[in-house]
């Protein structure tokens, strides 16, 4: 269950967090210069993950896909993939830094504030979980299959998630608890990074909150082109998440 399900506090699972904190570690942060894939998937590999490479390297490169993370925590440079389902570069080709979002996930580690464990061959050290200052669970969503126990959670809009946790605080500190439906007037639903319409109604969204279990309908969205003698043209503006283009 530890490596296909997300912790509920950094919303990032073992590889993930992994990666960026060796990225972390290597002052691959934002305003440095962008490094080989190639080196960050080395090091997770034998310092931290004994797991493939490959493995490894399609987190990374996922966490770099602005059409699957609503805010991506990578940054990178060259071909990452497309929405069309092309694969990524190899590692040797790519090169990525940290986005700057993920120092909300990363800053003060080094500050006690979590908690830490010997890595596989207890020659380092590494985090349990990241300080996040972020809630990065809603923002991105995570997908999982582990044994017995599955997790399938949309991404949200920033701005909602972070004023629902400011309300939220507010309430704690008088005393008071927010239920899920007043919780639902600040986030009114996921907010995809590939857009699409949201089928799905009012009250169906509000009992997917407060259950935890549903379905969200999204649709594409398009508008009309030009007319020609013999043709018509349809311009698609966005398409539901995790779809693939050409499919679609």
Request: with cysteine.
């Amino acid at each position: 269950t530890s490596r296909a399900l997300p912790d509920v506090r950094d919303g990032r699972k073992p590889v993930q967090r992994r990666i960026l904190y060796v990225m972390y570690r290597n002052r691959l942060v934002a305003d440095a210069k962008h490094k080989k894939s190639a080196t960050g998937v080395g090091e997770v590999m034998g310092n931290y993950h004994p797991h493939g490479d490959s493995s490894i390297y399609e987190a990374l490169v996922r966490m770099a896909q602005g059409f699957a993370m609503r805010m991506p925590l990578v940054e990178g440079s060259g071909n990452f993939g497309s929405m069309d389902g092309d694969p990524a570069a190899a590692m040797r080709y790519t090169e990525c830094r940290l986005d700057a979002i993920s120092s909300e996930l990363l800053a003060d580690l080094d500050a006690g504030t979590v908690h830490w464990r010997p890595n596989y061959d207890g020659t380092k050290s590494e985090p349990v979980v990241l300080p996040s200052k972020l809630p990065n669970l809603l923002v991105n969503g995570a997908t999982g299959i582990a044994v017995g126990m599955a997790t399938n959670i949309p991404p949200h809009n920033p701005e909602e998630v972070i004023a629902a946790s400011v309300r939220l605080l507010d309430a704690l500190l008088e005393g008071k608890k927010l239920s899920s439906r007043e919780l639902a007037r600040t986030i009114k639903g996921p907010d995809f990074p590939t857009g699409g319409q949201i089928v799905s109604t009012t009250n169906e969204i509000k009992a997917i909150y407060e259950s935890g279990q549903g379905s969200i309908k999204v649709r594409s969205t398009w508008e009309k082109g030009p007319e020609g003698k013999n043709s018509k043209v349809l311009f698609i503006t966005s398409i539901p998440y995790a779809v693939n283009k050409t499919v679609l």
